[in-house]
């Protein structure tokens, strides 16, 4: 005998294809909350816009700064949120203990890793240098063809601009050339960063490229 779907189950199965294989969004930004207001609004938003994608959010755990703003608006609007942080950086950070899953790792390494794996997509929101190393760890392992997760880099209030004019640089220098492009997408509205995300997830799918460093600029 088949049974009907219910309302939930119809709904719930709509969402998961409107996602497009995208359960879980990593997000690097700053454990502080920069100059500029613009920042934490612009966390506020992604955190909302993840929860009603019904997308997870893996983070680094914290809970202050850009990184305590994304994980709390994500929580206040009913989404799910991991945090991954390094035993040495629980207290440092002040581990945000309301998260869903809170996972300690040993040391940072392991701490890239986990994040890596259980995501599928990345976001750059301002941020330190760590969230800068983060960035490029991502942007070095798609350019080695390490994978083909999206990389999204949120530019708010031209944040990024010096690091996007450096990688113009470094083509222009021919230290990024012909076979090994730098492939990720711009975005200047947190609003944006959602939908582009599952936009560039069901291209990498369908075997199509992201634009590339060389192309953008």
């Known amino acids: ?10 709904s719930r199965a709509r ?20 100059a500029n207001p613009a920042y934490a609004e612009a966390a506020r938003v992604l955190g909302r816009h993840l929860a009603e994608a019904g997308i997870g959010l893996v983070y680094g755990g914290g809970g202050m700064g850009l990184m305590g703003e994304v994980a709390t608006a ?5 989404g799910r949120v991991t945090g991954i942080i390094p035993r040495f950086l629980t207290e440092r950070e002040h581990m945000l203990r309301s998260a869903d899953e809170l996972v300690i790792t040993e040391n940072m390494h392991e701490r890239k890793q986990l994040m890596f794996d259980r995501s ?35 530019n708010i209030n031209g944040f990024w601009t010096p690091f996007l004019d450096l990688l113009t640089h470094m083509t222009q220098q021919a230290f990024i050339r012909k076979g ?29 490229s992201e634009e590339s460093v060389l192309e953008k600029f």
């Open 1 to 10: 005998m088949q049974k009907k779907m219910s309302s939930k189950s119809k």
């Open 74 to 78: 994500t929580i206040t609007n009913s």
């Open 180 to 208: 090994l492009e730098v492939i990720f997408t711009v975005v200047d509205r947190a609003e944006d960063i959602v939908p582009t995300a599952i936009a560039a997830a069901q291209k990498a799918a369908e075997g199509a």
């Open 120 to 154: 599928d997509a990345f976001v750059a929101l301002p941020g330190g240098v760590g969230t800068l190393e983060e960035l490029v760890e991502q942007l070095t392992w798609s350019q080695l063809g390490q994978h083909k997760k999206p990389i999204i880099i949120a």
């Open 15 to 34: 969402a998961a294809e409107a996602r497009n294989g995208v359960e879980n969004i990593c997000v690097y930004c700053g454990s502080g909350p920069g």
